[in-house]
């Protein structure tokens, strides 16, 4: 069965710009959730959606947006892009949604704002 | 609020040795528990996760962890560490009903050969 897909791997912006990136979830995975990575703050949730619904948001401002498509694919976008966002987006697909199941990482899209 | 702590930023130990990482959770109710590992340029990876019931959880790759709830820890440990374990470790607490993971800081472990 073929893994969390994340695409592109690599992207580079320069400020003000707006970005799209992409989730391919494991085949049956309804569940996906969204991350940021950076050095200074770590992994935080972004949002998960389920059956095309945002179930839960973090704490980011919005300019951080995203949705899912019947298929369950998931795509986020960053508009006006900062220096500070500048980090690596992991995505994560689950077959459910109660927190037991296990979340499956993708290998990030790694963004990199000039 | 919700948090987690790993109180150890780098840790190096030698091939062979054992191996502890450290975490303490804030959380309200009973957390859903969990450790994973990121390789550079990769994903992150469950290790095992803690739900209910035995406080010892069995993982892949030879990893354990025990929560202990009067000490709000669940720390992680391996026997005899491999030089192959060099990576990032994460603890994360998930409140239950959400996929919602909160992440610690994370330990970077060296294994020396």
């Known amino acids: 069965k073929a893994g969390v897909t994340q695409t592109p791997r690599y992207l580079i912006k320069t400020r003000g710009q707006q970005v799209t990136l992409s989730c391919s979830p494991i085949?049956?995975?309804?569940?996906v959730s969204w991350y940021q990575q950076t050095p200074g703050q770590g992994l935080q949730f972004l949002f998960e959606y389920f059956s095309e619904t945002q179930r839960n948001k973090g704490n980011f401002p919005g300019r951080f947006s995203g949705r899912q498509f019947s298929n369950s694919r998931s795509e986020m976008n960053v508009s006006t892009l900062e220096l500070g966002d500048s980090a690596l987006y992991l995505c994560?697909?689950?077959?459910?949604?109660?927190?037991?199941?296990?979340?499956?990482f993708g290998p990030g899209t790694r963004l990199t704002v000039l | 609020a919700q948090s987690v702590t790993q109180p150890d930023i780098h840790i190096t130990v030698s091939e062979g040795a054992s191996l502890e990482l450290r975490c303490n959770y804030s959380y309200g109710a009973t957390p859903y528990l969990f450790w994973y590992v990121q390789s550079p340029g990769q994903g992150l990876q469950l290790l095992l996760k803690?739900?209910?019931?035995?406080?010892l959880v069995q993982g892949i790759k030879g990893f354990e962890a025990e929560f202990k709830r009067s000490q709000s820890s669940f720390n992680l440990r391996k026997p005899s560490v491999h030089w192959s374990d060099a990576a990032e470790y994460f603890c994360a607490v998930g409140p239950g009903g959400y996929n919602k993971l909160i992440f610690g800081a994370g330990t970077r472990l060296a294994v020396h050969p």
């Open positions: 803690y739900f209910s019931g035995d406080t």
């Open positions: 994560a697909s689950s077959s459910g949604t109660s927190g037991h199941n296990e979340q499956f």
């Open positions: 085949s049956g995975h309804r569940s």
